[in-house]
């Protein structure tokens, strides 16, 4: 039997790569943005600096009022992201002090937070690290980017349950330093329609997040591997959205990578650009209102795309790649995959058909965020023109 050492039970006791106490830390995040979804506070801490946290989205008056009266030592302000504080005519911080009426409701509060028309003449001041990693919480937690916040009550502590108290430093860089953890689970080969071979394979991070990576055929270890690096779309993968060209290219991605001799998409679960479900229909109705995929996005506090890479870098080096060839339309992917580490040589396009419902969409993402969607000048017309051409450029 192996003795545990003197430093198994102190700081430097690592768990997938991390300190015991980062690890510690993380797992705090992990909960905090469980209790944000659940309708509880969360204390946020950076340094000397706290701030309590209550997130607007399903928020209901007992709530509200509980927080008002036991855990804020002053009347709340509502905290919201640049992009959203521009959205509604205010001055823009990284984290945005709306202030806020003490009669405000629920109902205000999400059309403050949310809504198409608001109308405000509250003032603005600067947030700290401490509100700008409170409404990263609310992101990784897939709610909307808008918190109930004011300073930390002196008897919050006493509070039954008590609030949790997290690091905002952790919370900044929580997604990265999770996606570093994830490692090989489970594998099994599933034959695809179309007479694919596939072999599955479930990727698992520490906080229990799966990524999956569906390897095509048996493609040369000694070559670049060809990935679609694929975000989740509920919508377009699994039910065939029209709106959206997701489960086009999906399929697409698969059949191309099948008769060029093999590779692997790797599918991240980073709905709606990482938005989550929930916030992607929401900004389809601001599309529906006028507002593009881009401006819908900003609209609702986020950025136009939320997406991290880091996740597919760790996949790619785990299954033994580090240079590949990839299968997309978007610019700003390439270039965030390099950033994860990733050696992109070459690029494949996946050019979906056009349809009435997605064309604006895919106007939308040519114009705004530079997609190199060639078959939009060509109508309805013609899927998959595969070149295997120069990263970053236009075939
Ligand atoms: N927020 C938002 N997300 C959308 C919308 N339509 C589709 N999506 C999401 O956009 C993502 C598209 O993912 P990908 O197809 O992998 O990426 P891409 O940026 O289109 O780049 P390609 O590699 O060229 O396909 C998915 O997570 C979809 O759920 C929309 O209107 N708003």
């Known amino acids: 039997m192996t003795e545990l050492s003197g430093d198994m039970a102190g700081e430097s006791e690592t768990w997938s790569g991390h300190s015991k106490k980062a690890t510690t830390e993380l797992i705090q995040i992990h909960r905090g943005c469980a209790d944000l979804r659940a309708g509880r506070p969360l204390i946020v801490r950076s340094g000397s600096d706290a701030v309590a946290v209550l997130a607007v989205d399903g928020l209901d008056q007992t709530m509200l009022d509980t927080f008002r009266q036991d855990v804020a030592a002053e009347p709340p302000h509502l905290l919201v992201t640049d992009r959203r504080a521009a959205a509604i005519g205010l001055t823009a911080y990284e984290a945005t002090a709306v202030s806020l009426s003490p009669n405000a409701t629920p109902e205000d509060l999400m059309t403050l937070s949310a809504g198409s028309e608001v109308k ?169 209102l006028g507002l593009d995929t881009v401006d819908a996005n900003t609209a609702l506090g986020y950025h136009e795309d939320e997406r991290d890479y880091t996740a597919a870098g760790r996949i790619v080096s785990q299954l033994g790649w580090r240079q590949i060839v990839l299968l997309t339309n978007n610019p700003t992917k390439i270039d965030a995959l390099r950033a994860a580490g990733i050696e992109v040589s070459g690029r494949i396009p996946v050019l979906a058909p056009v349809n009435a419902e997605n064309r604006r969409y895919l106007e939308a993402k040519a114009a705004r965020a530079g997609h190199f969607l060639d078959q939009l000048g060509s109508g309805d017309g013609p899927v998959a023109a595969v070149s295997s051409v120069k990263a970053g450029s236009r075939d």
């Open 120 to 288: 405000v003449g509250h003032t603005t001041s600067p947030g700290g690290t401490a509100e700008e990693a409170a409404l990263e919480i609310a992101k990784c937690a897939e709610l909307l980017p808008a918190l109930i916040a004011a300073p930390v009550h002196p008897d919050a502590a006493s509070l039954d349950p008590t609030p949790l108290v997290v690091n905002a430093e952790t919370a900044l860089d929580y997604r990265r330093q999770v996606a570093e953890t994830l490692k090989m689970v489970a594998e099994a080969p599933v034959p695809l329609r179309g007479d694919i071979d596939s072999r599955f394979i479930v990727f698992r991070d520490i906080m229990g997040g799966t990524a999956v990576a569906v390897m095509v055929g048996q493609p040369d270890p000694k070559q670049p591997l060809r990935v679609r690096v694929h975000s989740a779309c509920a919508t377009g993968d699994i039910f065939g959205s029209r709106r959206c060209d997701c489960g086009d290219q999906l399929r697409l991605a698969l059949e191309r990578i099948d008769q060029l001799g093999g590779g692997c998409v790797v599918y991240l679960d980073q709905e709606g650009r990482g938005l989550g479900l929930a916030n992607k229909l929401r900004a389809y109705n601001l599309q529906d």
